[in-house]
């Protein structure tokens, strides 16, 4: 008989039973004197008891601030030193801290502000060509929850300053009151039906999930980890920070956001031995004129995860990038992330065909997903996964989570996948409308509903159409109202300024109607086959 698709992740290392703060604090008492945090382009270092007394002191203002258990605090803010202070002294209080995209804009900002009924948010003065406080003052206004909004460029300090009323004891007081399956965190993923939905997860689900990363990468004390993906996101602040964390070993972030030649001068200045990032941070890295002058010598591990790796990508990482043991991660904001992971001693096909093996203490198995019935192995079929990683739901959305989360508690992926004989996955295609590009979920109905404000447009499609750099790229055809005119250009400018920048379509097809089923349905993947060939590209064409 065949086997099933159906594999738990067995191990011989029990889950943490504790919460983020006390997981820091044992790590602080075995090794306070190593290296824990630095953050390159600020000049900050940080040895694990220098990180321990400045979440000390960010928890200590908090409270100052009456920042009580469950309350909302945001952070919104690139990659700083002060994203990862606020990361753990909110988790030493019990806030819930809430994760603003920094490509995000008025409309997804408003919404985020709004959904988590966010009271105090800490915000850098902006990013890149952004103001994101002239952005917060504008949505202001619509956002009654919000109270205070602290800049961190300007009074971090004072913010700081605020705490020194509070004794260790009050500090100590409400850590006691603390349980590991507390909410913690709120994520704002993109699903299939308009607005992000507010992912919320626990203490135990993201300290689990960074620390078996962790195990499966095998860090001690002495590695030194490379992340230049961003913390607002899981990769950046889970598979990195907790990872690091939980095992002593010291984050080292390169800049705000990912510059090839930062990153490269970061790995080989700071002797780092693993490395972070999505497909095309490595390829950028890689086709980079510092990369033939980079010493990657103490390199050994990493993690490659967001989107589809390229089998040559692959490869030229482990061999000209000194990265022996770099694994695949697959995984969703939902189950915190990491669900399957393929193993550092793994056969080289493995690594470049597959997203590895369940993670240790998960289940994963492959349905059909019409009749929900499990199947053979080698079928293909809707991936699920359950365990200590699922999310507690999304945040005020009971509707939305009982339809991700079925009954018996399987988190229903929304990816096609097949598993094979020795059980490990690989990933085949998506049953949701989702598109993917350079690692950012993009919900298509988000910006088709964002489209339709143009008083011009009658109907809006959106999907996504192949690309080498970004694994896809958004492409919305567009039907003008009887008698209208309107153009590419006239559309990327709406949307400009109000959704972020990498939702914002860079194909446009205007068009007077739509490839339809006989019962008058859009097929969008008749129009991704027509789009592709337009193009001119392929699957493994060129962007």
């Known amino acids: 008989m065949?086997?099933?698709?159906?594999?738990?992740?067995?191990?011989?290392?029990?889950?943490?039973?504790?919460?983020?703060g006390e997981n820091l604090r044992r790590t602080v008492n075995r090794v306070s004197d190593r290296d824990a945090l630095i953050s390159v382009a600020q000049g900050y270092r940080a040895t694990y008891r220098e990180l321990w007394d400045a979440t000390t002191e960010l928890a200590k203002a908090l409270l100052a601030r009456g920042v009580a258990k469950g309350d909302r605090v945001g952070i919104w803010s690139p990659n700083r030193f002060e994203w990862v202070v606020i990361q753990y002294a909110t988790a030493r209080i019990g806030a819930v801290l809430v994760n603003v995209n920094p490509a995000y804009k008025t409309q997804e900002l408003r919404h985020a502000l709004n959904q988590s009924g966010l009271g105090l948010l800490l915000l850098s003065k902006g990013f890149r060509q952004t103001s994101y406080e002239d952005m917060v003052g504008a949505v202001r206004p619509d956002c009654p929850a919000l109270g205070d909004a602290v800049v961190l460029d300007d009074h971090w300090e004072a913010l700081l300053a605020d705490g020194t009323d509070i004794g260790d004891d009050q500090l100590a007081a409400r850590e006691s009151t603390l349980n590991f399956d507390d909410p913690i965190n709120i994520q704002y993923t993109s699903g299939t039906t308009g607005a992000p939905k507010g992912a919320t997860l626990s203490h135990h689900n993201l300290l689990n999930n960074g620390f078996f990363c962790g195990e499966v990468l095998g860090y001690t004390e002495v590695d030194r980890v490379c992340v230049p993906v961003p913390f607002y996101h899981c990769f950046g602040m889970?598979?990195?920070n907790l990872a690091a964390t939980s095992h002593g070993a010291c984050v080292v972030t390169p800049g705000e956001a990912f510059d090839a030649e930062a990153t490269l001068t970061a790995v080989e200045a700071?002797?780092?031995?693993?490395?972070?990032?999505?497909?095309?941070?490595?390829?950028?890295?890689?086709?980079?004129?510092?990369?033939?002058?980079?010493?990657?010598?103490?390199?050994?591990?990493?993690?490659?995860?967001g989107s589809p790796c390229p089998i040559e990508v692959m490869k030229q990482v482990r061999e000209r990038m000194h990265i022996p043991e770099i694994t695949?991660?697959?995984?969703?904001?939902?189950?915190?992330?990491?669900?399957?992971?393929?193993?550092?001693?793994?056969?080289?096909?493995?690594?470049?065909?597959t997203v590895g093996p369940v993670h240790p203490h998960v289940e994963v198995q492959v349905i059909d997903p019409e009749t929900g019935r499990l199947l053979p192995r080698g079928e293909r079929g809707e991936l699920c996964t359950r365990g200590y990683s699922v999310m507690l739901g999304y945040w005020d959305d009971e509707e939305a989570t009982a339809t991700a989360i079925?009954?018996?508690?399987?988190?229903?992926?929304?990816?096609?996948?097949?598993?094979?004989?020795?059980?490990y996955l690989s990933i085949v295609g998506r049953i949701k409308d989702m598109i993917i590009r350079g690692g950012e979920n993009i919900s298509p109905r988000?910006?088709?509903?964002?489209?339709?404000?143009?008083?011009?447009?009658?109907?809006?499609?959106?999907?996504?159409?192949?690309?080498?750099?970004?694994?896809?790229?958004?492409?919305a055809w567009v039907k003008p109202r009887p008698g209208a005119t309107i153009d590419?250009?006239?559309?990327?400018?709406?949307?400009?300024?109000?959704?972020?920048?990498?939702?914002?379509?860079?194909?446009?097809?205007?068009?007077d109607t739509f490839p339809m089923t006989v019962t008058g349905k859009v097929q969008k993947y008749r129009m991704r086959e027509i789009a592709t060939e337009e193009l001119g590209r392929t699957e493994d064409g060129p962007a």
């Open 328 to 353: 695949i991660c697959y995984g969703m904001t939902e189950t915190s992330p990491v669900s399957t992971q393929t193993r550092v001693d793994d056969p080289v096909e493995k690594r470049v065909a």
């Open 406 to 423: 079925d009954r018996s508690g399987w988190m229903h992926t929304g990816d096609l996948a097949t598993m094979d004989d020795d059980g």
């Open 446 to 475: 988000e910006v088709e509903e964002f489209l339709y404000t143009h008083p011009d447009v009658a109907d809006a499609q959106v999907i996504g159409v192949p690309s080498a750099r970004y694994g896809e790229e958004v492409m």
């Open 488 to 511: 590419a250009d006239g559309l990327a400018s709406l949307c400009r300024g109000a959704i972020a920048t990498f939702k914002i379509p860079r194909y446009w097809k205007i068009v």
């Open 270 to 305: 700071e002797k780092c031995t693993a490395l972070y990032g999505v497909p095309t941070m490595f390829i950028a890295q890689l086709d980079h004129a510092r990369f033939g002058h980079t010493d990657f010598s103490t390199l050994r591990t990493g993690v490659m995860a």
């Open 238 to 240: 889970v598979i990195g």
């Open 2 to 20: 065949q086997p099933s698709s159906y594999v738990h992740g067995t191990s011989a290392v029990p889950l943490l039973g504790e919460t983020i």
